[in-house]
């Protein structure tokens, strides 16, 4: 500044706001700065000194945010703009008048102080916006880690919180937590060479290792941070609430009422409290109480009751009756139990109850439909079972098995086969009977059974429900499965439980109760893939076309139900799949039979809103050979390294032979698939598609020409042939 | 032949086109646009919030010629659109495959 000559004299100050400000600025972070002069200095002036300010660290690639203000454009600034305001909290001069921009820090802050109480609810609500936009950094698959629900800006707004004077905020642990971020941030900005603040999962290995960890630590690691930011920032704002909500205090206004509500366990300004008598150190059911108290009435636990919970004891093993009731009763609580057993995780509880919850604390489920880190997502489902309760004759054991259904996770293994013996070991562990401790393990092992054969196998085919009331054994615990099977797909993503999904899986369901209750009630030696209750339309064409078909579109669910009559041919089904995925459909399901001649298909697609005439257009192209499906989607060379997978599942039906093909999802695959079966010599009674995220599954249900199951060599065979194509 | 755009400041237009004119550019292709660059559209002297980013109004000309006479024409551009401050604009340059006039069906070059 003292080398700019027109600076002289006007009280001109190079003042560094924002992250510059805070001294937090990462290798690729903008610059953010102020030039401030006195107010009144002629505008050419300004514009003089800050024309040779700029220039030279514009030409020298600088990422600059710069403005320009006079002192009392600042204030009013800050006074306008609690962003601002935020920003100018840790102002500090980095050239020319320094003393200046001390006393114009101090008459922010004081404003600040001044009207904190009008301001930082406008503060919350915009951070409540920000985080409900982006999500917290604990639980998203892309770790924001400036933005997202317990990240920088949750830190920095804590800061700007303990400035106003009205709550306080432990300073060693957040400094701690925020140079931890700040810390990885450095990291993120090296190794991509950029300003970004998103760890995605395909960077934490290049940040894991320069940082000297393994990646799944790093991921552990930056979770946790965030979790306990994101739980002072909680806290902090809990706080404030009250302290903004505060009455003024007359001289005899009593001390915080204490009402008592279970031995050892009171509420005392709107938090549960321990009262100390029984000592919560010397009987181990004051933890439970506390915790069954919270969730229950969807209350925080004091901070400070929440650290001496670190220290109580357990419950002798196998726990006693009363023991698992207050579990039980928190478990079946509702929502109260998210926010109390994060408290309690956080205060080491949950390691002493549950040890086996270290293997999925905090991990990223495989799946990118997940929304929630497993931990919590198995709270959640705990919290979905708990609206259930009123369709299962067993409660407890309904919601115990929601909270360890993927207790297998983060082991190696099939997690529901390795869940499932974990299970019971904890369940016998807090005291349930022998009998109940092998059902949840079983509803554990079994969690998957229904979405599976729901969406992978034809649910018409009475084999499919046989085989699930097989697995069951008898009704009871056939609804406790169903409970949990929707409670897991509720807690995953809104489309596990899709109207279509939750079709699927009920039907199955009413199924399979019909064979628990009387076994010969599906019974169909004659099924051949066409559901009982939809009539088969009469075929009516005109004979005008060459080769005449008629399409019926009508909603289905979320999706449409499209019906399309043809004549018989061998590769129809091959044909129409392929057209329909020319036409931009996605299949999720589809079922062929042949009568008189006369093909009638039906097809579940995803869209809720088909255009039939395009459709009719493809399939006339298609049917008369003017649309070369092999050049439109043929599958061309194999896009994946990892090969596809061809499965025939012997058990699954006893009148057609069922083969999933397991390869990358592309336009193609269906119409490959069933070609090569169609030339094979074998007809397709139904498809039945899903995808997971960039993996296709498709099942398809195969017969010979006189309708049966292929014979086990033949089968395999079919196999090969299908492994052979470039999937 | 290529395409050469250039987005240029609305008051350096006329300079542009006449310099082009005296080059022997005799056809373009102009429109209004908006857009910034690392300043995001500040002023030298801007009073707003530094996370603001503000559109400002700019010329984009476009201009397909033959590769011979590319690096001429945009140090045409360049020198006639520049004013030294920031929000000068930049000029780039694409592959063309194939051009047709219209009135009368011819190809390529002699479209040009």
Known sequence: MSDLPAAGGHGFALVAVGGYGRREMSPFSDVDVV????????????????????????????????????????????????????????????????????????????????????????????????????????????????????????????????????????????????????????????????????????????????MGFAPDHLDLHVRDLGRRTAHLATTTWRRLDAVLAERPRTRTAPGPRLDPVAPGVAVAGGEIVLTGSPDPAADPLVALRAVAEAARRGLPLSPASAARLASVPTPAEPWPTEARRLLVEALTAGPGLVPVWEEIDLAGLVDRWLPEWRAIRLRGSSSPVHRFTIDRHSVEACVVAAGLIRDVARPDILCTAALLHDIGKGHDGDHSEVGGPLAEQVALRWGFSPGDAATIGALVRQHLLLPTLATRRDIEDPDTAANVAER?????????????????????????????????????????????????????????????????????????????????????????????????????????????????????????VDRDGASTSIWEVADAEVEPDRLVRRIRQVLAGELS???????????????????????????????????????????????????????????HLSTFGPQARDVFYVVTPDGSALPEPEAAVLAERIRALPL | MKLITAVIKPHKWEEVREALETFGITGMTVTEASGYGRQKGHTEVYRGAEYDVSLVPKIRVEIVTEDED?????????????????????????????VVRVRTGEKDEAAL
């Open chain 1, 35 to 210: 030039l401030v002069h006195r107010t009144g200095v002629p505008a050419a002036t300004v514009a003089r000194v800050a024309e040779q300010l700029w220039y030279p660290l514009w030409d020298d690639g600088v990422a600059l945010d710069h403005a320009v203000r006079s002192t009392d454009e600042m204030l009013r600034t800050a006074a306008d703009d609690y962003r601002a305001a935020l920003g100018m909290l840790d102002a500090r001069a980095v050239a020319g008048e320094a003393p200046a921009v001390d006393a114009l820090r101090s008459e922010v802050l004081a404003a600040w102080r001044r009207t904190a109480r009008q301001r930082l609810p406008v503060l919350q609500r915009a951070n409540h916006e920000r985080v409900s936009r982006v999500g917290w950094l604990s639980q998203s698959a892309i770790m924001d880690l400036k933005e997202s629900g317990g990240g920088l800006r949750d830190a920095t707004t804590m800061r700007a919180l303990v400035a106003s004077w009205l709550v306080d905020v432990p300073h060693r642990e957040l400094e701690a937590l925020r140079a931890a971020v700040l810390d990885v941030r450095d990291v993120l900005h090296e190794v991509t060479g950029r300003p970004t603040d998103r760890l995605t999962p395909e960077l934490v290995p290049d940040v894991a290792a320069a």
């Open chain 1, 472 to 592: 069951v054994g008898d009704a009871e615990h056939l609804d406790l499965l169903a409970a949990l099977t929707e409670s897991d797909a509720r807690a995953t993503s809104p489309a596990a439980w899709s109207a279509w999904r939750a079709g699927l899986i009920r039907g199955l369901v009413t199924k399979a109760r019909a064979v628990l209750g009387d076994s010969d009630a599906l019974a169909d030696p004659a099924y051949e893939g066409w559901p009982a209750a939809v009539p088969l339309p009469a075929a009516r064409f005109t004979s005008s076309d060459a080769e005449p078909f008629t399409v019926d579109v009508r909603p289905h669910h979320d999706g449409s139900l499209v019906q399309i009559s043809a004549h018989a041919r061998i590769g129809l089904l091959a044909a129409l799949a392929g057209a329909l995925s020319v036409a931009g459909q996605q299949i999720r399901s589809a079922r062929l």
């Open chain 1, 629 to 687: 499906l092999e050049d439109r989607i043929g599958l061309g060379e194999a896009s994946s390294a990892v090969p596809a997978q061809v499965l025939v599942h012997g058990g699954s039906s006893t009148s057609a032979t069922v083969v999933e093909v397991r390869a990358q999802d592309r336009r193609g695959l269906v119409w490959a698939v069933a070609r090569a079966i169609a030339e094979a010599g074998y007809a397709i009674r139904s498809a």
């Open chain 2, 70 to 98: 590319v690096k001429d024409v945009v140090d045409v551009v360049v020198k006639s659109a520049s004013t030294g401050k920031i929000g000068d604009g930049k000029v780039w340059v694409v592959p063309v495959e194939s």
